[in-house]
């Protein structure tokens, strides 16, 4: 991990990629303690204001402040991201791992069959219909997303795991007598981490991607404030001409997703060792 962060600290573009992520990581956080962002549903003032020292980005049409809604909303995508991701790395790891290991068996068979029924569906309208159905719950988007985003994990996991097989510590794992299960989950996943933290930062931006349009089309958060309802009220704000809520929801949503593509590309490049031998 050490020659991973040394490569990684090298490359100027990740390196702010990692601060932007950051900064919203903080923002995020002074939303989650209370500091800020928890007068996001207030009427602080009169319908679209320009932007003053009350209103840092004005207001929206019913006067509530544009950037605390912005702030709310940052901590919005930052908890469906983690969520999302979270769920859905372990769950394609596990899986991904298994279909790996008893390759070519009835296990990889049924994993395979699964994800490639997922893989089918055209994934938003997938998401959009789980969505839909669970409409009104709480977990329903998330749930929705992690059902369809550990397909592309375990299928990289499972790969991986077909390469790690074959080495010569594996062959003294077994040698010594450990099960099957133990030296899949101790010994080979464990050396999948560099694989998981890359497609980990992919997911978190396509969870966020994912949440502002399900949000946009009312299918998305339902308590509480993201960038994608940002949007949707924007799109009448913008025909009267009031860009308020479009410009800080859209520069929010395009500064986070910049920042974590670029983190994403510098951690692929530092975890690979390949690259990092020539």
Known sequence: MHSVWQRLKSDHYGMGGLLVVALFALATLTVWTGLFGQGWAEVSGNSWESTSAAHWFGTNLLGQDIFQRTL????????????????????????????????KGWVDEIILWIKGVLDSIPFYLFAAAVAFALQGRPWAMHLAMIVTFWTTTARIVRGEVIRIRQQEFIEAARAIGLSQLTILFRHVLPN?????????????????????????L???????????????????EVLAGHFGNFIAASAALFLLLMGFNLLADALQDATDTRGAMT
């Open 72 to 103: 709310f909303g940052a901590a919005t995508a930052f908890e469906v991201g983690l969520v999302v991701t979270g769920f859905s790395t372990l769950l394609g790891a596990i899986l991904g791992g298994l279909s790996g290991w008893y390759s």
């Open 192 to 216: 999948t981490v560099h694989i998981l933290l890359v497609q980990a930062t992919i997911v978190f931006v396509a969870a966020i991607k994912t949440e502002v349009i399900l949000s946009f």
């Open 218 to 236: 009312g299918l998305g958060i339902q308590d509480g404030v993201s960038w994608g309802l940002m949007l949707a009220e924007s799109s009448q």
